[in-house]
């Protein structure tokens, strides 16, 4: 499967994922519906983006004036696996640069008509690139985030929008927060388990962005990784692909879908018409052995009128309104340890009550 290819690319700290452009502008549109001045007179930076190879980069600059932008930094960490054929970075570059990307700095504050060919594209962004020396500068260091140098870079920025290393993913975010910035980022999904992650979703101080999954159209690899899963491809355009079904934004910029409240039906109607053959029949959901809740074993089986406290699955939290419902905790229960019904212990669960219950008379008593 395609999720075990990245599993093990986590592990052997192959970080090198590229984000295709219709995943970046389907998700962006999300926030510039809600606010059309989102990114207005806003830095953007996109600290792990080599702009010849990042889609970020290029769609930022594309739509710099269209988003009314105030500057657009990108930065490449050396090493990097995709050499760029393109074009040369740097007059006289050495050979070995080549191949192993010199670390860089891309900082822009307009895009123009360089080319007369009375449109601004991305033909106007590479002459840019290849020929305003001014906005192409090396690094003085490897260009890692966690150097002084690109710190710096992230305290003059107003938003962080990239895909961080997956090896790096808790310390990436902590240094986000560290500077209590705006951002937009891809992750893995078991990142809402992080101890570095979840508060801050409680809390709702960040939350998952638009889209989720399976509606990630899957990420650009380099060569020498594998292409192996079901949902591994090669595209038109000769790029490698391999798709997860795990993939998730984490933000703190709103968006609509947050606000809309998840449709509900009651404990007994649930018991009755769920299309889940695990509950359909039951006379009452099952209880955990060591916390005082529910066990609701799919989203779509939230009950409207259990005024109590349930467990559910962490995909929960794509569909989660923080008008809603109130997060609790995640899975532990009063023993401090794992939630278990039965004695077997399910998934991870997040432990929430519903802000709204409805109390009808003779619900169910679970």
């Not at 999954?213 to 192996?228: A, E, H, Q, T, V």
Request: proline share 5%; charged share 30%.
């Amino acid at each position: 499967m395609a999720n075990a290819t990245l599993s093990k690319a986590k592990k052997a700290k192959n970080d090198e994922f590229y984000t295709q452009w219709a995943d970046i502008e389907k998700e962006v549109q999300a926030y510039l519906e809600f606010d059309p001045d989102v990114f207005k007179g806003k830095t953007i930076l996109c600290p792990c983006d080599d702009p010849y190879e990042s889609n970020f980069f290029k769609y930022f600059a594309l739509h710099f004036n269209e988003f009314k932008l105030k500057k657009l930094i990108a930065t490449c960490y050396i090493g990097s696996p995709i050499a760029s054929t393109q074009l040369t970075l740097f007059d006289n570059e050495p050979e070995d640069n080549k191949t192993t990307r010199t670390p860089h700095k891309i900082e822009i504050t307009e895009v123009e008509d360089y080319n007369g060919d009375l449109a601004v594209d991305l033909r106007d962004v590479e002459w840019l690139l290849a020929n305003k020396k001014n906005a192409l500068t090396r690094l003085a260091g490897d260009g890692d985030f966690r150097s002084d140098e690109i710190k710096k870079l992230r305290d003059e920025a107003d938003i962080i929008i990239t895909n961080p290393p997956f090896s790096l993913f808790r310390e990436f975010i902590a240094w986000i927060m560290e500077a209590e910035k705006q951002f937009l980022i891809i992750g893995n999904m078991n990142a809402i388990t992080y101890k570095e992650v979840f508060p801050l979703i409680k809390d709702n101080k960040i939350w998952l962005g638009l889209a989720f999954g399976r509606n990630f159209r899957g990420f650009i690899i380099p060569n020498n990784y594998p292409l192996s899963g079901s949902e591994a491809r090669i595209d038109k355009h000769g790029n490698r692909i391999v798709s997860t079904n795990n993939t998730i934004w984490l933000t703190n910029l709103d968006h609509g879908r947050r606000h809309q409240s998840l449709p509900l039906m009651t404990m007994a109607k649930n018991l009755r018409y769920s299309k889940h053959k695990e509950l359909r029949g039951k006379e009452c959901y099952d209880r955990y052995d060591n916390y005082d809740a529910i066990e609701v074993p799919f989203s779509d089986a939230i009950p409207s009128d259990y005024e109590g406290v349930m467990g559910v699955p962490i995909s929960f939290l794509h569909k989660y309104c923080p008008e809603q419902f109130e997060i609790i905790k995640f899975r532990k229960g009063d023993d401090d340890r794992d939630l278990s019904v039965g004695g077997k212990c399910p998934y991870f669960r997040i432990l929430i009550k519903n802000k709204h219950c409805k109390h009808l008379a003779g619900r169910n008593k679970a």
